[in-house]
């Protein structure tokens, strides 16, 4: 299977963000999308580590991804695997939500990385086809995406587990937030200890277990998702890297491309 990939956006509310692949020997390091990830597999299967399970994502499976939860991808056999995924805004996904119960304050949190679900995966195919066709009706595509997204947040959804709230919890809290706030600068794990109060071994565990990887690699996913905003905003590749406190281009193809699948270029054209 010759491996292929074509990533989209539609200028339509949320903008939502579409991605059809074939991969035989791609593997993606761990990382996290700011966007809820929706997709279904066509063929071959998918294995990723999600939560802290091993999931298994064979041939005609639904394929999720809640915003922020780090997780990795690969295949689970010779044959690689292709699907199609939806990349969703979360605030969009909501407001969707909210058609079905005006009570939700918040996005219900789906624990699941993949579920059986012939009738959902079929439309979910479906739709996407219907988002890859230039004659496709906007009308008609925004409104059965927004009972899709309703069935599946009603089937799936549930509340997220109440996190610690302890003093160690709020130390790592502050090590995440300086390293979202101050992402262009180099940064030791010394200084992220004198920061947490912690010593350096202790945050570097701590910090993965709560938040799906360490502290440089949570680092990178930063540098990586605001390229990625950059490159939306129509920036060049080069700058974008620069900005973002990538060493130069080459250093932010190579992690964009295990987050995205695509490599920075290919995500610009889409937004142009």
């Known amino acids: 299977m010759a491996e292929n990939t074509v990533w989209w956006r539609v200028a339509e509310?949320?903008?939502?963000?579409?991605l059809q692949a074939a991969y035989r020997d791609r593997r993606f390091a761990r990382h996290a999308h700011e966007r809820f990830a929706v997709g279904v597999i066509e063929s071959g299967g998918l294995s990723f580590r999600y939560r802290g399970a091993e999931v298994?994502?064979?041939?005609?499976?639904?394929?999720?991804?809640?915003?922020?939860?780090?997780?990795?991808?690969?295949?689970?056999?010779?044959?690689?695997?292709t699907y199609r995924m939806f990349y969703l805004d979360p605030d969009q996904v909501l407001r969707m939500a909210?058609?079905?119960?005006?009570?939700?304050?918040?996005?219900?949190?789906?624990?699941?990385?993949?579920?059986w679900d012939p009738e959902l995966a079929a439309r979910i195919?479906?739709?996407?086809?219907?988002?890859?066709?230039?004659?496709g009706d906007p009308l008609a595509r925004q409104a059965l995406l927004g009972t899709l997204v309703q069935d599946l947040l009603g089937r799936y959804g549930a509340q997220r587990p109440s996190?610690?709230?302890?003093?160690?919890r709020s130390d790592l809290l502050r090590v995440k937030r300086h390293l979202e706030a101050a992402f262009e600068a180099p940064v030791s794990l010394a200084d992220l200890a004198e920061l947490s109060g912690m010593n350096p071994y202790r945050l570097a565990r701590a910090f993965t277990r709560e938040w799906g990887m360490p502290p440089h690699a949570y680092l990178v996913q930063v540098r990586v998702r605001h390229a990625a905003a950059l490159l939306r905003?129509?920036?060049?590749?080069?700058?974008?890297?620069?900005?973002?406190?990538?060493?130069?281009?080459s250093h932010l193809n190579r992690h964009f491309l295990r987050a995205f699948g695509v490599t920075p270029g290919m995500?610009?054209?889409?937004?142009?």
């Open 163 to 168: 996190l610690d709230p302890g003093p160690m």
């Open 56 to 81: 298994v994502a064979p041939a005609g499976w639904v394929n999720l991804a809640f915003p922020g939860e780090a997780h990795t991808g690969q295949a689970t056999g010779p044959e690689g695997w």
């Open 233 to 249: 905003r129509g920036l060049a590749p080069g700058q974008a890297a620069a900005e973002a406190g990538f060493a130069d281009q």
């Open 267 to 272: 995500y610009s054209r889409a937004f142009r």
């Open 125 to 135: 195919t479906g739709l996407h086809r219907l988002y890859a066709d230039p004659a």
């Open 13 to 18: 509310p949320g903008d939502p963000e579409l």
């Open 98 to 115: 909210r058609g079905a119960d005006r009570s939700l304050q918040a996005l219900p949190f789906v624990p699941a990385g993949a579920v």
